[in-house]
């Protein structure tokens, strides 16, 4: 399955911006600029968590943010802003995104110390 989406105004929720949002199975694609273009890929085995966002305006309007974040090193958090069908989108990409990790056997665990200062033996 793949989701293309297009950023919009939260006014109206019109698509008057030239950034662009792909997603699909295994990636995560952001294509931002008309002169001065950027094009932002992720891949889905390193979207960790994922988080839904709606201001009031959103609300409105029927648009969300959704965020992911990751181990991404160009950009840790991709933000797809002021879509349509954004908890839809959250949802597929938290599902693939664990798909994803099974296929690859990845495993991402927390980094826990024993630092604790209040730890007394």
Same mark, same amino acid.
């Given at each position: 399955?793949?989701?293309?989406?297009?950023?919009?105004?939260?006014?109206?929720?019109?698509?008057?911006?030239?950034?662009?949002?792909?997603?699909?199975?295994?990636?995560?694609? @952001?294509?931002?600029?008309?002169?001065?273009?950027?094009?932002?890929? *992720? #891949?889905?085995?390193? !979207?960790? +968590?994922?988080? $839904?966002?709606?201001? @009031?305006?959103?609300?409105?309007?029927?648009?969300?943010?959704?965020? *992911? #974040?990751?181990?991404? !090193?160009? +950009?840790?958090? $991709?933000?797809?802003?002021?879509?349509?069908?954004?908890?839809?989108?959250?949802?597929?990409?938290?599902?693939?995104?664990?798909?994803?990790?099974?296929?690859?056997?990845?495993?991402?665990?927390?980094?826990?110390?024993?630092?604790?200062?209040?730890?007394?033996?």
């Amino acid at each position: 399955m793949v989701y293309k989406e297009r950023k919009r105004w939260v006014f109206f929720g019109l698509p008057f911006t030239f950034t662009k949002y792909t997603i699909s199975d295994d990636m995560i694609t @952001i294509n931002a600029g008309l002169l001065n273009s950027k094009e932002d890929d *992720c #891949y889905m085995y390193k !979207v960790i +968590d994922v988080r $839904l966002e709606q201001s @009031i305006g959103e609300k409105i309007f029927g648009l969300g943010t959704v965020v *992911c #974040y990751g181990g991404d !090193v160009t +950009d840790p958090t $991709l933000k797809l802003q002021h879509i349509r069908h954004a908890k839809e989108i959250k949802d597929f990409v938290l599902r693939a995104s664990e798909t994803e990790r099974l296929k690859r056997r990845t495993v991402r665990t927390q980094n826990i110390t024993g630092d604790f200062p209040d730890d007394v033996d």
